[in-house]
């Protein structure tokens, strides 16, 4: 059972040349197929909606009414990639989303795991949380419009709220369930209370808040741009892709509204992208699944 | 090398556990006693949900007990005015499924006691926990994870985990349970070496009886729930024992003694079974 030397291969068949990081992604299957998919998806949509340009009223797919085609999607985004208007839009709803975001983590995250770890705080918190839950975010807007003073300070509430409940409800989940087994070896051991919440707890409740981070995400976005499209952008804030999809369609611009959609969806793909990203190098172990 | 086999004997006395969920009293344990001499290796056999893991979790100092008392060397654990046991090191428990931390790597596992206790730099414990597990033949993985390495290595490691905090009971819970009976037969010789090397007292519950008599200076076959001690058997075969100590004349006759009192205490645990549900 002694350690096995490692044999040199001098002799042997030598090892695969090093690929630039290029070639590695051009021999990237995975990439390839998600571009084809992509390119698939586009060509049947170019042709779904110029089918009744190409042959005429009477041979119109039914149920497919006025869809603009990615082509001239493509040229409506052309035309508005230079605007700064278009890029204030991205910006606002980037800064609404990370400060509704991060500040229900730094928030959601000690208060999750004080309702998991100490019952007192448990039993006077768990409550009122259980009956603010359920309230969907967006029944908060009108209040909120109201309380705060200004509206950007209420779209921040809102979306705050979005996350909170999710990260706070899956900290407690995953801290609750850590085996018992992780925690009576840590004591048998000799770890001290700090030691235990710090060296077991923590990282055993780090998957679950990543998983409340990635959910959390999704519904900061949902949030941000409902409350962006009912606020109709506000007086002072203004912008937001939401309100570039609402003020599109006020505009008659079925276009801009899909460029609006798209560009939402990227953003989100950016955001969920940074989280997995966050979450594998916070979490070495997890990599291996 | 220190006698290392005074320390570590372990007295059961009377011990009886009562768990009492919404006033349902279940009678785990009852009037349950042994010895353990210091640097014995003895085994706990019984039928399932007997109430062996209970006593574990009592010496441990997981559970509490009702009544009864456990001693370490002499000195009280558990009994009258003191309930339940401190955790401490020098009861080490190995756990049925493993119980690695998976965020650590293997070394950060092993390094862990040394770390919260304070004994040693972050380094020192390190420099030995890696030492500890190439000793244990795990030398070229003590920077993986627990996840990332076969079940039999992260539970040789988890013996080397508890080792490193220099336990004087060694308490394992059936942890080779789920390994295929070559696995098993690698680690029951690490187990065995690892004895020799540590003379390191182990209370070992187990299912198995050919392994129970093949690992152990004495079997403890214990009844039914409530679990009490039914009959011990003591091994005589000298060590190092080898897998040829299993088709001797002498193993078989223990066998068969053994094989005997777990036998009428199985038939009784199927009968108390049946009529649960009757």
Partial sequence: MTDIAQPSHTGAPAMPKKRSHLQNLAANKSLWRGITAIAVFLVIWEIGARWDEWFG???????????????DVFEAWLKVLPKPGYWNSWYQSLTRVLSGFLSAMIIGIPFGLALAVNKYFRDIFFPPFEILRPIPPLAWVPASLIFWPTNEMSIAFVTFLGAFFTIVINVVGGARTIDVRYLRAAQSMGASQWDLFSKIILPGTLPSIFTGAAVGMGITWEVVLAAEMISGGGTQGGGGLGFFIWNSYMGGSLEQIVVGMISIGIAGYLCSSAIRMLGDWFMPWRRLF | MPNLNTRGALSIRNVTKIYDPEGVNVMAVKDCSMEIAAGEVCMIVGPSGCGKTTLLNAIAGFHSITSGEILLDGELLCGPGKPKADQGAERMVVFQHGALFPWKTLAQNVAYGPRVQGRSSKAEAMEK????????????????????????????????????????????????????????????????????????????????????????????????????????????????????TQSSEEFRHLMEEVNEAVHEEAIKAFQAGERELA
């Fill in chain 2, 129 to 244: 926990a890696r030492d500890m597990l190439a000793e244990a033949g795990l030398g070229n993985v003590t920077e993986k994870y627990p996840g990332e390495v076969s079940s039999g290595m992260s539970r040789r490691a988890e013996i080397v985990r508890a080792l490193i905090n220099d336990p004087k009971v060694l308490l394992l819970d059936e942890p080779y349970r789920a390994m295929d009976a070559l696995t098993k037969s690698i680690m029951h010789e690490s187990l065995l070496e690892t004895y020799d090397r540590t003379k390191v007292t182990i209370f070992f519950i187990i299912h198995d009886l050919e392994e129970a008599i093949f690992l152990g200076d004495k079997v403890h076959i214990v009844t039914t729930r409530p679990c009490q001690l039914k009959k011990t058997v003591e091994v005589n075969i000298p060590r190092p024992r080898s897998y040829q």
């Fill in chain 1, 57 to 71: 009223k009477e041979w119109m797919i039914p149920g497919i009414g006025l869809i603009p085609p990615p082509s």
